[in-house]
């Protein structure tokens, strides 16, 4: 099994910027991948960002990109999400999750990943 706890969220205005972090413990899987995704109250649970642990590749969803950075700590298990220039609508519950199937490029969709966090709030006011 995989434990997977985030940290770093919290309340902060418009044009800010806050990091979150993942760290993994438990059994983990070298060639698999780690993503984050969100979940805004109402709306269906979003993908944002994801990286291959073995080849470091990186997909990013349109609405963060060039604002949000993943980054991974093979050593340390983690992998955490810098998040820029925060808008009140990146306002949600963030999760960490992580994927145990060898892959070469991260999935985008939810269903790939076998293991979640329990979240972190990031509210942004305006």
């Known amino acids: 099994q995989v434990q997977l706890v985030e940290s770093g969220g919290g309340l902060v205005q418009a044009g800010d910027s806050l990091r979150l972090s993942c760290a993994a413990s438990?059994?983990?899987?070298?060639?698999?991948?780690m993503g984050w995704f969100r979940q805004a109250p109402g709306k269906d649970r979003e993908f944002l960002a994801a990286?291959?642990?073995?080849?470091?590749?990186?997909y990013y969803a349109d609405s963060v990109k060039g604002r949000f950075t993943i980054s991974r700590d093979t050593a340390k298990n983690t992998v955490s999400l810098q998040m820029n220039s925060l808008k009140p609508e990146d306002t949600a519950i963030y999760y960490c999750?992580?994927?145990?199937?060898?892959?070469?490029?991260?999935?985008?969709?939810?269903?790939?990943?076998?293991?979640w966090g329990q979240g972190t709030q990031v509210t942004v006011s305006s």
């Open positions: 999750a992580a994927d145990k199937t060898p892959r070469i490029s991260p999935a985008m969709y939810g269903s790939a990943y076998d293991y």
């Open positions: 438990g059994r983990t899987f070298s060639r698999s991948a």
């Open positions: 990286i291959t642990r073995s080849t470091g590749i990186i």
